[in-house]
């Protein structure tokens, strides 16, 4: 620890800190443009600039490391000299266009103006104009306005990983810019607004609509990914404007995914539900909430009373709220049905946990790992931040090593890569659990993954999506946790959705001999509640679920869209999304967050635990007397006791069919309703229309070229996709994404498929 | 008169090794081998040799070398600074077109002395014929055993390789230097970390000046006491100055440190049209002095300093009284709002304000206001930008303001110059 003294107070900082660290531990604020504590240094904004004593001029708190003894004066008439001094040449070339400015009252440079800048400048040449560039459809440029921090810059090359914009040209003709022609695609790139401490890279889909002094700011939870960042949701007659983060270190720091920050476009989409529907004679027709609860009431024990209640089968996506889920699960086994599943992109229900699987571990935990083995993910398309925790980590000291059917490029320092078929993880994950016998003798990937693992003092197993997705799922479950245990090391699971580990918690799974999610499309129901759920879109096997919806006498989709369900459903009832109910998302950590809604329902939408409290009323259940969604939540168990990553029964391993091999995944803007249908997400590169992906020697042996027509099929199902190259593929596969509109006559998720030229 | 660095050169193809061997060349290199010096000992001549860095900032160059770190495992660098670039230097060009084995010979002792096995000779973009004929000096060095493994079964190794910048000023700053050859856009590191903790590629790396490392050959030879004797204390032996304007015989010029600017104004065939009106003496963007200053000075660190300018890098700019002051100092400025890397604010938009503002004095739209806006800016640039070319463009402005403030006065009252060969 080093003594300094600053602006007469001492205080200590680390060995390695900064004058401006121990600024901001003695708790007095430095003007400042280009740092930023999550950034590199660049020391180039020169707005911080302090008194040191014995030094001949003013030095950059940023940049000017610590040393006992020091004395520093921030505020001293030689600082405030030097900062204004900077403050009036940053001025001479901006533009000074705050009434017409996005970032008009909350612009660092507008606010720092007021203290250091003069009234009137002493410039009185022509400024500077520089053209405005094409970044995408998330960020909107106005570069006039840019002072050159390069908080933009460094965020792409040291954060997000991936450099898409630079300062190209030199002295007054620098600028900042995007390779040529190209845009800013990285699923982190919202975040390049928040840093700009001017307006000169404002939020393409808020633009214009709203003054931020015009906003309430109100906390809410994200519920897309397993990571449950924080929210400020910010509101201005009853609509969500925009969503900012909420720094939370021990989750999402102080970043989003673009996902989290633009989806809520999709909130104020033009298809929401906002009446209650009943089809009758084929026509849909709106009705009173009364009238259709009743409606569905009344089915529900006409079914039950001639079927059996385990007629009736309940589907629920795992971005629904805790309370709705427990509700849901309730209802149906009041009403005498185990039918009930949230695990709806999941195909093997073996190897049941003891508890609820999570991550294994807290989050914040993954920064301190030495030694990590990420089985099935792609990490950037599924987890974002969680990716960004683990690109942080791998600069430090952290070897991470995959085990993937692909070799996208996460932009994180990988040790090794095992790129094998879907059907061969799982031989994979055995040679690292017998390399782990004797780690110096082992050869190959799996060799030199085991020797990295073993050589590691902290070392995690992580299970994605596609693991979770996959059709031996649970042998690879039991083969990581076998890893694991062979290592003493954490195991768990990244998890897909808001609240996957929350579905768990809530019992919204079968819990004694009642249908898993893919048994219900196996043995169609009679009866079917969705939750959320858009089958064609929300389920492992698309194809198989619409013609289960297609057959059954009653479908009731519960939704805040009137999506495909109008073509197969009798009754769509309008559910509130996250900002319109309160509720609780328990991230992948365990974390239980609940939350507040934001605004009011739009229309006739009501909290779906609201109406599920009803519709138990209706059906004369008992238990279903709720004030309110927190004593819904209090009757749940979410202590940590609950969750165990351990398998009760070992799987055997299933017997794999030769032939081509689907490796589905879901498009990062595809995940859930509310991402669909933000239009801004849907305008980016990210969500291109999927292709048929395959490697350079699937390509030549099929006779395809890239960008030609394929027909590819899969089982029953059929779908005209364009092929394109993924060079990393492992062979014999085909890359063909789920939860799109193009794909969703397609079959499950994994599974044998075929191409032709068309 | 003592000559180092350029005795001899009056032959034909002097740039060959052959020639260079015949004028002692290699001996220091020979000697250290031979006598077995410890890098200790060529650190030490060095030191006493007060030889100081001939690439402007003039910082003692032996201890410059002493802060290399000693035991250290991994790698450390060796760069020479040849990307000169400062308006009306030119020596080390001639060092590198006429005497290039001697500077590999410095670089060889310099690498010797601090235990580095790779060196980089950064040499500036707009010589191309210049690199030409350093890379085949590389080539002899390496055919004859002076560069590589083992040189000259001593076993120690340094190997040497030119890069050739792309002629932007700013690379001359010994950072933007490092990022250049890098590979990256050659902007300056803000420091500390200083290149000899944290330099080429992040390990200890040593940077010196073209002529700075051609002294050294003859410091080992004839010990660094004999250096500092051809100079003054504390300014030892030679510099080549670079001579132009208005002179007769423009060029580069080798004296002893101390050397009266007077005698160096008579071997350069004296004033060539008019008396002299103002000297820069250390290259452009040193403080210009009036003549009658400049004739009563020494060219040494120290007696240069005393009369409120630098050595620099040794460039002699020497105007006559036909020369308006304005427009010199419009050209400057151009050239430093033209060079500016952009990277820190002050410089990135000061420099082109004070061009902006001296070319509205010169163009005769000059306000009553602008002398004082100009030097208020000067103080506001100067020490607060990352490196020194902020200092650079701020000098001039400052310095040609306070000598010659009548000239731009003339300028905003009536429109026109008061020099009259531009009126």
């Not at chain 1, 520093?72 to 000299?81: D, G, I, N, Q």
């Not at chain 2, 790779?118 to 390496?142: F, Q």
């Not at chain 2, 490392?213 to 032996?237: C, D, M, Q, T």
């Not at chain 2, 208020?376 to 701020?394: E, K, Y």
């Amino acid at each position: 620890m080093l003594e300094i003294e600053i602006d007469g107070k001492t205080v200590s900082v680390p060995t390695g800190g900064t004058v401006m660290d121990a600024a901001a531990l003695a708790g007095i604020y430095v003007p400042h443009f280009c740092y930023h504590r999550k950034l590199s240094i660049a020391a180039n904004c020169r707005m911080c600039l302090v008194e040191v004593e014995k030094a001949p001029k003013p030095l950059p708190a940023c940049a000017t490391p610590a040393a006992n003894g020091m004395k520093v004066k921030t505020h001293s008439e030689l600082a405030v000299l030097a900062q204004k001094s900077v403050m009036e040449f940053l001025l001479i070339n901006h533009p000074l266009d705050c009434p017409i400015c996005d970032q008009g009252g909350e612009c660092q440079l507008q606010d720092l103006s007021v203290g250091y800048g003069g009234v009137e400048s002493r410039y009185a040449e022509d400024k500077r104009v520089v053209a405005n560039k094409n970044l995408g459809a998330l960020i909107s440029t106005d570069m006039t306005r840019c002072i050159h921090c390069t908080r933009c810059v460094r965020f792409g090359q040291e954060i997000a990983g991936v450099m898409e914009l630079g300062m190209a040209g030199r002295g007054e003709h620098s600028e900042i810019m995007p390779f040529v022609s190209r845009t800013v695609d990285s699923e982190l790139s919202g975040n390049m607004i928040d840093l700009c401490p001017v307006g000169a890279l404002t939020s393409k889909p808020f633009r214009y609509s709203a003054r931020n002094w015009e906003l309430s700011r109100r906390k809410s939870v994200s519920p897309h990914c397993g990571l449950g960042s924080n929210l400020s949701v910010q509101v201005r007659n009853n609509r969500v404007m925009r969503v900012l983060p909420f720094a939370n270190e021990a989750i999402n720091e102080c970043w989003l995914s673009d996902k989290d920050r633009f989806s809520y476009e999709g909130l104020n989409a033009p298809d929401r539900l906002v009446k209650p529907m009943i089809k009758q004679g084929g026509q849909w027709r709106e009705v009173q909430w009364k009238d259709a609860l009743e409606y569905v009431a009344r089915g529900l024990k006409d079914i039950a009373s001639s079927s059996g209640a385990g007629a009736v089968g309940a589907l629920a996506t795992p971005h629904s709220t805790l309370e709705e889920l427990y509700l849901l699960q309730k209802l149906m086994r009041a009403l005498g049905s185990d039918n009930v599943d949230f695990r709806l992109r999941r195909s093997d229900f073996r190897g049941k946990t003891r508890g609820a699987p999570w991550l294994g571990m807290k989050i914040a935990q993954i920064s301190e790992l030495d030694r990590v083995l990420v089985v099935g993910s792609l990490l950037r398309n599924d987890h974002p931040l969680i990716a960004n925790r683990l690109r942080q980590a791998a600069k430090r000291n952290l070897e991470v090593n995959f085990v993937n059917p692909t070799s996208d490029d996460f932009r994180i320092k990988a040790k090794n890569r095992a790129v094998v078929s879907p059907d061969d993880m799982g031989g994979m994950l055995e040679n690292i659990l017998n390399a782990l016998s004797d780690p110096s003798k082992a050869a190959g990937d799996a060799g030199n993954i085991a020797r990295s693992l073993a050589s590691g003092k902290h070392v995690a197993i992580f299970l994605g999506n596609l693991a979770e997705q996959h059709p031996d799922a649970a042998r690879l479950h039991d083969l990581a946790s076998g890893i694991a245990d062979r290592l003493g090391a954490k195991f768990g699971f990244l998890g897909e959705a808001a609240n996957s580990v929350g579905g768990y918690l809530a019992h919204a799974v079968p819990a004694g001999d009642g249908l898993n999610a893919r048994q219900m499309l196996e043995n169609p129901r009679r009866a079917y509640l969705l939750w959320n759920a858009e089958v064609d879109l929300d389920m492992n096997d698309p194809k198989a679920a619409l013609a289960a919806m297609e057959q059954a006498d009653m479908v009731v989709a519960f939704s805040a869209y009137r999506h495909k369900a109008y073509e197969y459903a009798d009754v769509m009832l309008p559910i509130a999304p996250f900002a319109e109910t309160s509720g609780t998302f328990v991230n992948t950590e365990g974390l239980a967050q609940s939350f507040s809604g934001v605004v009011s329902p739009q229309g006739e939408a009501r909290p779906g635990w609201k109406v599920l409290r009803v519709l138990g009323n209706l059906l004369d259940m008992s238990g279903f007397d709720y004030e309110n969604s927190e004593s819904i939540r209090d009757e749940i168990d979410l202590s940590c006791a609950s969750f165990d990553n351990s398998i009760e029964e070992e799987p055997s391993a299933l017997v794999a069919a030769p032939g081509l091999q689907r490796v589905g995944y879901v498009p990062i803007y595809f995940s859930d309703a509310i991402a669909r249908r933000s239009e801004a997400l849907q305008k980016t590169a990210l969500a291109a229309a999927p292709c048929a992906w395959m490697n350079a020697a699937l390509m030549a042996r099929l006779g395809v070229r890239e960008g030609e027509p394929v027909l590819v099929r899969q089982g029953e199902g059929e779908a005209r996709l364009n092929a394109a190259l993924d060079a990393a593929l492992a062979d014999e596969c085909v890359r063909v994404a789920a939860g799109h509109p193009l794909t969703a006559n397609l079959g499950p998720m994994f599974g044998l498929i075929t191409v032709e030229r068309l | 008169m003592e000559q180092i660095l350029l005795k001899g050169l009056d032959g034909d193809r002097t740039w060959h090794l052959a020639d260079y061997v015949k004028r002692d060349g290699y001996a220091a290199l020979r000697k250290i081998f031979s006598e077995k010096m410890t890098p200790e000992q060529v650190i030490d001549q060095v030191k006493k040799s007060a030889l100081r860095g001939r690439g402007g900032a003039g910082f003692p160059t032996g201890l410059k070398w002493s802060f290399m770190p000693k035991n250290y495992d991994g790698d450390k660098y060796l760069v020479c600074n040849t990307d000169e670039g400062e308006p009306g230097t030119f020596k080390d060009r001639d060092i590198m077109r006429f005497n290039p084995h001697q500077l590999i010979e410095g670089m060889i002792i310099a690498a010797y002395a601090m235990g580095i096995k790779v060196g980089y000779n950064y040499i500036h973009g707009e010589i191309w014929e210049t690199y030409t004929r350093a890379e085949e000096a590389l080539e002899e060095a390496r055919a004859a055993g002076f560069l590589g493994e083992n040189i000259l079964g001593s076993g120690f190794s340094f190997q040497l390789h030119n890069h050739l910048g792309y002629g932007a000023y700013i690379c001359g700053e010994e950072t933007a230097l490092l990022e250049s050859i890098e590979g990256k856009k050659g902007q300056p590191r803000f420091k500390p970390p200083f290149p000899a903790s944290f330099g080429l590629y992040g390990k200890p790396t040593t940077i010196n000046n073209t002529e700075t490392f051609a002294s050294v050959p003859w410091i080992i030879l004839h010990g660094g006491e004999k250096y500092l004797e051809l100079g003054r204390p504390n300014n030892g032996g030679t510099k080549l100055f670079s001579v132009s304007g208005h002179v007769n015989r423009p060029g580069n010029y080798e004296v002893p440190l101390g050397t009266p600017f007077a005698k160096l104004l008579e071997m350069a065939g004296g004033m060539r049209g008019g008396k002299l009106k103002a000297c820069i003496p250390g290259g452009s963007s040193m403080p210009v002095l009036p003549g009658e200053i400049m004739m009563d000075l020494d060219m040494d660190y120290d007696s240069i300093a005393k009369a409120g300018s630098y050595l620099g890098s040794g460039a002699v700019i020497i105007m006559n009284d036909t020369v308006c002051m304005v427009k010199a100092l419009q050209r400057l400025s151009y050239f430093y709002f033209e060079e500016s890397c952009g990277q820190c604010t002050p410089c990135r938009e000061g420099t082109g304000w004070l061009y902006r503002v001296v070319d509205r004095i010169e163009n005769g739209h000059g306000k009553n206001e602008d002398l004082d806006l100009l030097l208020g800016m000067t103080d506001n640039i100067q020490g607060r930008t990352i490196c020194a070319l902020g200092d650079a463009a701020a000098m001039p402005v400052r310095s040609f303001v306070k000598h010659f403030r009548d000239e731009f006065q003339y300028h905003i009252d009536h429109k026109k110059c008061l020099v009259p060969s531009y009126a």
